[in-house]
T-cell receptor, first 118, second 112 residues
């Protein structure tokens, strides 16, 4: 069964450093997402990406964050100047169709990248 | 504001028992509702997807129902197993490109 692959599974960084989280979405999917989940809290939307551009972003996704699809297969989340409160599990997800499509294809999540900022 | 609420916040049941989890939403206009299972430290895994016209959908021991008029959904788990211990998340999306709205999840613990 196709999977969304995320690397690294766990990254520890010092406050103020930059991190890049990588994702390989399912190959024929067109919509890509980043979510985060702080320990014990709900999944929070960060950004959606379609047709090589951001289609929607949340209030969390400020200038500290950026996304890129550099080579047609990888989908990356860059976090600049990390803060303690950026410590969370970051999930990448992909789907063939968008959220409102009546055909409702599955939104598939990766296993997550745990980011710890010290 | 588009919101998804779930109840109960947590639930403890004995192995072999049935349980029902609830989801209420205010997302409008409605497109589809999804139930996900999330094991601790893992990514959510899709259980069911229901569109406006579907009232019920099953996936093994999981049965989801949807009442689009009252904006409510339930997830019924039959003959629970220890491996059912997880968080169950209700996710709703609307038409016109509205994004997925996540509920806070229900934490289910199945005890032997």
């Amino acid at each position: 069964e196709p999977e969304v692959t995320q690397t690294p599974s766990h990254q520890v960084t010092q406050m103020g450093q930059e991190v890049i989280l990588r994702c390989v979405p399912i190959s024929n999917h067109l919509y890509f997402y980043w979510y985060r989940q702080i320990l014990g809290q709900k999944v929070e939307f960060l950004v959606s990406f379609y047709n090589n551009e951001i289609s929607e972003k949340s209030e969390i996704f400020d200038d500290q964050f950026s996304v890129e699809r550099p080579d047609g297969s990888n989908f990356t989340l860059k976090i600049r100047s990390t803060k303690l409160e950026d410590s969370a599990m970051y999930f990448c997800a992909s789907s063939l169709t968008g959220p409102g499509f009546s055909g409702a294809n599955v939104l598939t999540f990766g296993a997550g990248s745990r980011l710890t900022v010290l | 504001k588009n919101q998804v609420e779930q109840s109960p916040q947590s639930l403890i049941i004995l192995e072999g028992k049935n349980c029902t989890l609830q989801c209420n939403y205010t997302v409008s206009p409605f497109s589809n509702l999804r139930w996900y299972k999330q094991d601790t430290g893992r990514g959510p895994v899709s259980l069911t997807i229901m569109t406006f016209s579907e009232n019920t959908k099953s996936n093994g021991r999981y049965t989801a129902t949807l009442d689009a008029d009252t904006k409510q959904s339930s997830l019924h788990i039959t003959a629970s197993q220890l491996s059912d211990s997880a968080s169950y998340i209700c996710v709703v999306s609307g038409n016109y490109g509205q994004n997925f709205v996540f509920g806070p999840g229900t934490r289910l613990s199945v005890l032997p």
